[in-house]
């Protein structure tokens, strides 16, 4: 067995011998630990662990508390690429760790409105991201509709690694904006209906990645990536919810459709089925399918006279024309039984722990795989 699997599987059991028993949390509050791994078929990988708790404070008051670390591994660069990492040192895999932190609190105002503001931190060596978030909910018509309205303001420092070690940041400022519609169809049927729009300004490249540009006797050099220093990105989402008592089972539909100014548009379509397999034990399978149009300045080749005209340039592959697909597939297992059995172990009554697997790809050659587990307890 690889040192790679062996560390995967110890990154797993970690959370069964280090985390707390949360026995003094109050009904409705919230314990959770995910682990994640992620790693694409361009030798990209990340290692992600995260803790989140909801603890009451007061009757109408909870605090929020997510804290998450990722270990991120870029491939040393062994050809002339797009690989978004510093070219110093290039010859070796570039490591690197980001924290983040979100600090929240959600207040009722009264039965049916509730007001929530989130603080988020995120920094990594190259990376650092400053947001507020604040989220107003109202249920209507005796609960039968809900309205969510959401705003969040990002402020980013966009870093560069020299090949000195020296570091050199510029600034992304973005504000994005979400208004939503849940409405109670029937006993087992919920519609719910999304608007969204972001607006960013400021440095919107990648500072790592580099173009090709071609002169006229088909040679080329490679020039930083050169992208609008404005975009509005904006989206509409529909999803149904349809709970099938019969089998002990519930179907969730979705479409989604996003439009910006940069001439990207695109489609997602998702659908989810979830079944009880056994009284503790819940099987989830998930598809998801996208086709996107690219960019109006996306070109599968640039000339000199692109430069020389200071046109827009990029190699990010998500401004390309593509169609993706993700397979996924969780086992959800709840210790409902296991707390009735053991009245000492109560505080699983409302506990799981669930299973994921993903499978991702693309008609652009790439592919991922992602693994996760979470443990969720509350009592």
Same mark, same amino acid.
């Given at each position: ?40 078929? %361009? ?76 603080? *988020?931190?995120?920094? /990594? ?49 973005? *504000? ?21 729009? !972001?607006?960013?300004?400021?440095? !919107?490249?990648?500072?790592?990645? /580099? ?12 020039? &930083?990536? +050169? +992208? ?9 989402? %529909? ?5 099938? &008592? ?20 695109? +489609? ?74 053991? &009245? ?9 722990? /669930? ?25």
């Amino acid at each position: 067995m690889s040192k790679k699997i062996i560390r995967f599987i110890a990154l797993l059991l970690l959370p069964l011998f280090t985390l707390p028993v949360p026995l003094a949390l109050a009904e409705g509050e919230q314990l959770g630990y995910t682990t994640y791994y992620f790693s694409d078929s %361009g030798g990209n990988s990340v290692v992600t662990t995260s803790f989140n708790l909801a603890k009451r404070i007061l009757n109408k008051t909870v605090l929020l508390l997510d804290l998450e670390v990722d270990n991120v591994t870029v491939p040393a660069i062994t050809a002339v690429t797009g690989a978004t990492r510093p070219h110093r040192q290039s010859n070796k895999p570039f490591k690197k760790t980001r924290g983040q932190a979100i600090l929240g609190i959600e207040q009722g105002i009264d039965m049916n409105t509730s007001l929530a503001i989130n603080l *988020y931190r995120s920094q /990594e060596v190259d990376y650092v991201s400053s947001s507020i978030i604040g989220t107003f909910t109202r249920d209507m018509f005796q609960q039968n509709t809900t309205l969510v309205l959401r705003g969040q303001f990002i402020s980013d420092q966009v870093g560069k690694i020299l090949d000195d070690g020296s570091l050199v940041n510029q600034d992304k400022t973005s *504000y994005w904006g979400m208004i939503a519609l849940r409405q109670l169809l029937s006993p087992t049927t919920v519609l719910n209906i999304s608007y969204d729009g !972001l607006y960013l300004e400021g440095f !919107l490249s990648d500072p790592y990645r /580099e173009v090709k540009v071609f002169d006229p006797s088909n040679r080329f050099s490679m020039v &930083p990536e +050169h +992208h609008p220093e404005k975009r509005l990105r904006q989206a509409v989402t %529909g999803k149904v919810n349809q709970a099938i &008592p019969s089998i002990k089972a519930s179907l969730i539909t979705q479409y989604r459709f996003y439009w910006d100014d940069w001439g990207v548009n695109s +489609h997602t379509f998702e659908i989810q089925f979830n079944n009880y397999v056994f009284e503790d034990l819940i099987a989830r399978f998930h598809y998801r399918y996208y086709f996107q149009r690219q960019s109006d300045f996306y070109k599968s080749r640039y000339t000199r006279q692109d430069f020389l005209e200071n046109q827009f340039m990029t190699s990010d592959y998500k401004l390309q024309r593509f169609y993706s697909q993700n397979f996924g597939i969780s086992l959800t297992f709840l210790f409902r039984k296991l707390a009735d059995r053991h &009245p000492a172990w109560n505080f699983l009554q409302d506990s799981n722990v /669930e299973v994921r697997y993903f499978r991702y790809f693309n008609t652009l050659d790439f592919s991922a795989n992602i693994f996760q587990v979470n443990l969720n307890f509350g009592i």
